[in-house]
């Protein structure tokens, strides 16, 4: 069975892997999402989105409105595990017209609702997070977000984490290495930028410095 990007999507990527034979507009719609998610983290903005497009007129094709709902919120965590903002419009357009309760936990849990969410319809991997996030423990969240075993959904917690709560270094260079192992350069560019001004903020110019001319490096 092929390796599937986050949880949100088991459903989809275990009819992919299933012995019955597999609808042509599945397989379209997995292998353009791929494309997109490969491109997304590359930093190739240019050659990503079209893929996305593609993914999602197999699906729409499909007439497959869970599965389509699923793509839009894997898109919108992807943006929030490079720290980018994200148009939810196109996911309440869906959910008005087929609401999903998984879909709309994990659509809470990218949007910072914690108390919206109901624990046993978000995904595992983001369980023990969610709590710490209600108590908004930096500390503990650290550990937490590091345990998560895939390096994606560990970013997006990340993500989750810096885009609603106070945040440190820690986190920042958690994300950094995970994106710098996985040769992510999009949400490498993020962390560090990040990091940059964290820095800065704290008037710790000399280690800001040298995030500017690692960055400067990295440009060439």
């Known amino acids: 069975m092929r390796k599937y990007?986050?949880?949100?999507?088991?459903?989809?990527?275990?009819?992919?892997g299933s012995r019955q034979q597999i609808p042509d507009w599945k397989e379209t719609a997995f292998r353009n999402f791929e494309n997109?998610?490969?491109?997304f983290l590359n930093?190739?903005?240019?050659?990503?989105?079209?893929?996305?497009?593609?993914?999602?007129?197999?699906?729409?094709?499909?007439n497959d409105l869970n599965?389509?709902?699923?793509?839009y919120l894997t898109k919108y965590a992807l943006h929030t595990a490079v720290l980018e903002d994200f148009d939810d419009s196109e996911f309440i357009r869906i959910n008005k017209?087929?609401?999903?309760?998984?879909?709309?936990?994990?659509y809470n849990f990218l949007k910072g609702n914690f108390?919206?969410?109901?624990?046993?319809?978000?995904?595992?991997?983001?369980?023990?997070?969610?709590?710490?996030?209600?108590?908004?423990?930096?500390?503990?969240?650290?550990?937490?977000?590091?345990s998560i075993s895939d390096p994606i959904s560990r970013l997006i917690a990340c993500g989750v984490w810096v885009k609603h709560f106070s945040y440190d270094e820690n986190i920042l260079q958690m994300a950094i290495n995970t994106s710098a192992e996985n040769g992510w350069k999009r949400p490498l560019w993020a962390y560090l930028s990040k990091l940059q001004k964290y820095y800065l903020d704290r008037g710790e110019t000399a280690?800001?410095?040298?995030?500017?001319?690692r960055l400067d490096i990295l440009k060439n």
Do not use: M, W
């Open 67 to 71: 599965l389509l709902a699923k793509i």
């Open 5 to 16: 990007l986050i949880l949100a999507l088991i459903v989809f990527i275990c009819a992919c």
């Open 97 to 106: 017209l087929e609401s999903s309760n998984s879909n709309f936990a994990y």
């Open 43 to 62: 930093g190739k903005e240019g050659v990503s989105e079209p893929h996305f497009v593609k993914a999602k007129q197999a699906l729409s094709d499909g």
């Open 207 to 213: 280690k800001a410095q040298n995030i500017n001319k």
């Open 115 to 146: 108390t919206a969410v109901e624990d046993n319809f978000l995904p595992s991997s983001y369980s023990g997070i969610l709590k710490i996030a209600r108590d908004k423990d930096l500390t503990r969240a650290v550990g937490e977000i590091n």
């Open 36 to 39: 997109y998610k490969k491109n």
